[in-house]
């Protein structure tokens, strides 16, 4: 499989394309790709006639050195995968070529990006931002796949679309689960067999939580939830939180929303785990 590591190269082949009239599909990712990737990948495919895989681990979305040293690197492992998934252009640029000066860009969301992923992980979607800017400029999508799993930078992305006038239609797709219930991430790579058998707790307590939304407050509900979690060896609540589907801002009574949405930060020994359930 080819793999296109310049913007120059990659520009090339779009531009050809593009003066086709061919529309253009666009799933960026960090690699360590899992079915949750491809069911993006498969979507575009069937949407577009040209559709771009970006693999590319970007260190300003980072905010813990460690996290980024430790994100799982596949890329081999990633190409067999599209390759099966349909054979998408795949473009794989250094940090040199998305940076070649430091991006000092700041970005603003208001409130919300000072909620959730926001608070925990400071500067983590200015770099979201900053790296899906560049790569919309360089694929000039007509379409991107996102996935629900990140609920929070589905919307920021939406944001960040609207402020700049991209004219690109961002496509959010479900999350995937193992048969158990457990988002895929490319994180779960990285949990030992105990820590694996652990993080089927988390999706599992959302789940039989939605049940009890009839009966619950809000605040009792969030209670029961991180108690029930953190009482499960190796997990460890950062937040849950129930919110807003549209503001992701809290609710403190079910009616304050038109759709809540239950957002959930776990640690599972060191490694991060998001998830998220309509309630
Ligand atoms: O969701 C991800 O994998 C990343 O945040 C993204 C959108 C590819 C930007 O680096």
């Known amino acids: ?150 609920f929070q930078q589905v919307a920021i992305i939406r944001a960040l679309v609207k402020q700049l006038h991209l004219p690109v239609t961002i496509i959010a797709c479900p999350i995937v689960r193992e048969a158990d219930g457990l988002a895929l991430s490319s994180r779960n790579a990285r949990l030992t067999a105990g820590q694996r058998k652990s993080a089927v707790a988390i999706s599992r307590t959302l789940f039989e939580s939605r049940e009890k939304k009839a009966r619950l407050p809000v605040a009792a509900l969030k209670q029961e939830v991180i108690e029930q979690i953190n009482a499960v060896p190796e997990l460890h609540v950062e937040y849950f939180d129930l919110v807003d589907r549209e503001t992701l801002q809290s609710v403190n009574h079910w009616s304050d929303a038109a759709q809540v949405v239950g957002c959930i930060a776990v640690y599972d020994g060191e490694v991060r785990l998001i998830d998220n359930l309509g309630y």
Do not use: W
């Open 1 to 150: 499989m080819k793999i296109i590591q310049t913007i120059v190269e990659l520009q090339t082949v779009l531009t050809s394309k593009k003066n086709a009239g061919k529309s253009i599909g666009f799933v960026p990712t960090m690699g360590a790709l899992h079915q949750g990737h491809i069911s993006l990948v498969k979507k575009m495919i069937a949407e577009n006639d040209v559709s771009v895989v970006s693999i590319f681990v970007n260190p300003t979305q980072f905010n813990d050195p460690n996290d980024l040293l430790q994100y799982p690197r596949t890329l081999e492992a990633d190409c067999a995968l599209l390759q099966q998934a349909g054979n998408p252009i795949v473009f794989a640029p250094s940090v040199e070529e998305i940076y070649p000066e430091p991006d000092t860009r700041q970005f603003g969301f208001g409130r919300l990006e000072t909620v959730m992923e926001g608070q925990f992980r400071p500067g983590h979607f200015n770099g979201v931002a900053q790296v899906v800017s560049r790569l919309f400029d360089i694929v000039q999508p007509d379409r991107a796949y996102f996935g629900e799993k990140d």
